[in-house]
């Protein structure tokens, strides 16, 4: 156990003082506040019904806005460039073990090959929960400066609510920073395993699931991919029309089949660096 | 128990070649031990199965009385690897920091192997901005932290300006004589000189485990590169 929180504080150490950290961090926040408030107030202001903001109505662009939504506010951009964004985060930590040559190095001086990786997905599970709360504390803060400016009434989500939002942003982002680190293991390269994990996350998955319309039958599998899962989790709490949001499947079920997801991706990456060659 | 390393009978094989052919050898407690040949005779692999990173096919590697790569030797054992392995987009400092927290150490233990290593004036500059001889000090810094029992170092000189090697040198043989062991690889034998024990190695064998001295002597030649010439002449000629 010491040794796990040595490696644990060792990758928090690295990942706070590395500056690509904070800035995918504040990418992911820039690009939720602009889609989630900036972009359906203006719409807002100016009468609604645009494409962009899928021609919702003005009454429906506020009430989005309202505290009383946070749970969807807080996920309606997980599943797709979030996740993309997380998936960045967990590639480039391992990959960029294998391309400045420091796994060898760590993987001596560390009790052992799992603690040392445990290590870094403690890390990164820290700053993955870090980012989740961050996000629900801008949005809450922003969906309270929208109440009070147009004068609206400040009415909270029920707890379990909130509670099943900030789980469901963890299991999401988790899930995609797994797929990330799993990626990294495998490409053993940071930019490989960042590509790889672009084209999956931005393009292959819909190209599945089109085909799956096509041809039929196959939706049983697409409708469980990684991303479509991820989306459905969102699609629970609200938001649909939102790009990559999906009502395919119900909120326990997605949130069944992500956690399974992220289990898998650990414990393939953990093995896979356990058993090979590092050098 | 006095030796630091113990080899015996050692076999590695890498991609289906044999390239360790059976090396025995000990490496003394608190010695600066010297591990030269050409590149390509096996220095490196040597050093892995020292470290514990390297399968071998036969033979038994004891380091610090234990089995190489033993949960055991992870506190007592560093190693620096040929290019240096540290994060080019963390300083000095953090790099430092970083491999002292894997060890459960704090940032005073980490800046003092900056300093030991002469960055004390660079430890906030990004190591992707340094130079060459740097990234290796630095890389060095990150073996140093936590004074290790034994430093096992691959080539810690290449690139390295004849003054920088001096100094390094220098702080090799401190190092020891406060009782750690170091077994340091090169294939410049102008360094072999600076050691106290020598492993010449030639196509995965060793011909030699000996002093400096000892191998002038044996060869008849005050030059060291001149006697080792003469002990690979003499080797191929016993073949």
């Not at chain 1, 960029?96 to 190095?105: E, H, I, L, Q």
């Not at chain 2, 920088?164 to 090799?172: I, K």
């Not at chain 2, 060793?206 to 002597?217: C, G, S, V, W």
């Amino acid at each position: 156990m010491t040794a796990l929180f040595a490696s644990t504080r060792a990758e928090l150490l690295r990942l706070t003082k590395w500056r690509v950290t904070w800035l995918l961090i504040a990418v992911w926040l820039t690009l939720n506040v602009t889609f989630v408030y900036v972009i359906p107030y203006l719409s807002y202001r100016t009468g609604g019904g645009g494409e962009i903001t899928d021609g919702q109505s003005p009454e429906s662009l506020l009430a989005d806005m309202m505290p009383t939504t946070l749970a969807q506010s807080l996920t309606q951009g997980m599943p797709l460039f979030g996740g993309a964004i997380m998936l960045i985060l967990g590639a480039i930590t391992v990959g960029s073990g294998f391309g400045w040559g420091t796994w060898k190095t760590v993987f001596v001086q560390s009790a052992s090959r799992s603690t040392a990786f445990l290590g870094t997905l403690v890390a990164l599970a820290v700053v993955v929960v870090g980012t989740v709360v961050t996000t629900l504390a801008v949005d809450a803060g922003l969906s309270v400066l929208v109440a009070v400016t147009e004068a609206q009434p400040i009415d909270w989500p029920p707890a379990t609510d909130l509670a099943a939002g900030v789980g469901s942003g963890i299991l999401i982002f988790g899930m995609w920073t797994a797929a990330g680190v799993l990626l990294g293991t495998v490409a053993r390269s940071p930019a490989l395993a960042v590509g790889l994990g672009l084209v999956w996350a931005m393009a292959l998955e819909n190209l599945l699931a089109a085909a799956a319309n096509l041809l039929g039958g196959l939706e049983p599998i697409t409708d469980v991919l990684p991303g479509r899962t991820a989306g459905s989790l969102a699609g629970s709490f609200g938001g649909g029309g939102t790009p990559g949001v999906l009502t395919i499947l119900g909120g326990g079920t997605a949130g069944l089949v992500l956690a399974a997801y992220l289990l898998a991706f650990v414990v393939i990456s953990l093995t896979l660096i356990r058993r090979r060659d590092v050098v | 128990m006095d030796d630091a390393v113990h080899v015996q009978d050692l076999l590695v094989d890498r991609g289906g070649h044999p390239v360790l052919r059976g090396i025995s050898f000990t490496v003394p407690r608190g010695s600066v031990t010297g591990l030269l040949g050409p590149s390509g005779c096996g220095k490196t692999t040597l050093i892995r199965a020292v470290v514990g990173v390297q399968v071998v096919r036969a033979g038994s590697v004891r380091v610090l009385g234990e089995p190489a790569g033993s949960r055991a030797l992870r506190r007592s054992v560093r190693y620096m690897t040929q290019a240096p392995s540290i994060y080019g987009d963390l300083s000095v400092a953090e790099n430092a920091r970083y491999f002292a927290r894997l060890i459960g150490l704090g940032p005073a233990e980490a800046a003092h192997a900056v300093e030991q290593v002469g960055l004390a004036d660079a430890a906030d500059q990004l190591v992707g901005t340094l130079s060459g001889g740097q990234r290796t000090r630095t890389s060095l810094a990150c073996a140093l932290v936590g004074r290790p029992e034994l430093l096992v170092l691959d080539e810690p000189t290449v690139g390295l300006d004849p003054v920088l090697r001096e100094e390094l040198w220098t702080t090799f043989h401190r190092m020891a004589a406060d009782g750690v062991t170091l077994l340091v690889s090169s294939h410049v034998m102008d360094e072999a000189g600076r050691c106290d024990q020598l492993l010449l190695m030639r196509e995965g064998a060793l011909l030699a485990d000996a002093t400096p001295t000892q191998i002038r002597q044996r060869a008849g030649s005050d030059d060291l590169e001149q006697a080792f010439l003469r002990l690979i002449r003499t080797q191929g000629l016993a073949a």
